[in-house]
């Protein structure tokens, strides 16, 4: 189980960023995170990732604290962040330089495999598109076998078309091996359709506002009643979490729209 426990983070100029975040993920469950700009997403899974320290709070990972990188969990950034002098599989691999190179090497072309880029192991990422090379980031961080995967709103550069093909490559990988999902995304659809549960934050400062569960089967139809459903319940809750909040209490006609983004 990933566990976040009463976690906060101010920052030195006084921002509070996040403030007294507890969320419980249930091992091989996907969790998104959606909310309105300031209300720390980023923020929290940089702390998850031990890439940022916390105020106050916890960070566990089946009852082990994490407050610095660890290999139990894996990241994927909004930009693939791929090293151009590297080949795709150097990429990929590079977070286990401290493997023996044949061990690297076939974890590596496993991980690659996995995510349909097997026969482009020897190319470079300027011969790749924007989906095979954010396919190659999730390669990277699936390559260590981390308990926890958190993705910061890896396919929003992305057109509709390969989003989508993306989100059946990220089932299909999750199928394969349960690890604990937790993505931070700005796209409702994206939520519903992947998450088993949505969490909603409130901005300024960032705490957990309202969860949504999503009981739809996968793969799951966008225009089936059930999809629908979870959609206006998160639509919703995100309009009311965005309204009169923190800095906009003092002025009431302020909507949420304008906070969304």
Not at 9 to 21: F, N, S, W
Not at 92 to 99: E, I, K, Q
Not at 100 to 109: H, I, K, L
Request: aromatic share 6%; with cysteine.
């Amino acid at each position: 189980m990933f566990v976040v426990d009463r976690l906060s983070k101010t920052y030195a100029d006084g921002t509070r960023a996040l403030q007294d975040v507890s969320v419980s993920v249930e091992a091989g469950e996907i969790l998104a995170i959606v909310g309105g700009s300031g209300c720390g997403k980023t923020t929290l899974l940089r702390l998850v990732a031990g890439l940022d320290a916390a105020t106050d709070g916890t960070i566990t990972v089946d009852g082990e604290r994490i407050a610095a990188p660890h290999p139990a969990v894996g990241i994927v950034f909004q930009e693939p962040r791929l090293l151009p002098w590297l080949t795709v599989a150097d990429n990929a691999g590079f977070g286990l330089m401290d493997l023996p190179r044949a061990e690297r090497e076939a974890r590596t072309a496993a991980a690659l495999r996995r995510v349909g880029l097997g026969e482009h192991a020897a190319r470079w990422p300027r011969e790749l598109s924007g989906g095979q090379q954010q396919r190659v980031s999730i390669a990277r961080a699936l390559v260590a076998g981390p308990k926890v995967l958190l993705l910061d709103e890896p396919f929003s550069a992305l057109d509709a078309f390969t989003r989508a093909s993306l989100h059946e490559h990220l089932l299909a990988l999750w199928e394969a091996s349960r690890p604990t999902v937790v993505i931070v995304t700005h796209d409702v659809d994206e939520a519903v359709s992947l998450a088993d549960r949505v969490v909603i934050m409130r901005p300024r400062p960032g705490r957990v506002f309202e969860t949504v569960k999503v009981t739809a089967p996968r793969p799951r139809d966008k225009f089936a009643p059930g999809f629908d459903k979870a959609k206006r319940r998160v639509l919703n809750a995100l309009d009311r979490s965005l309204k009169n909040t923190g800095e906009d209490a003092q002025n009431p006609t302020a909507g949420g729209a304008e906070l969304w983004w």
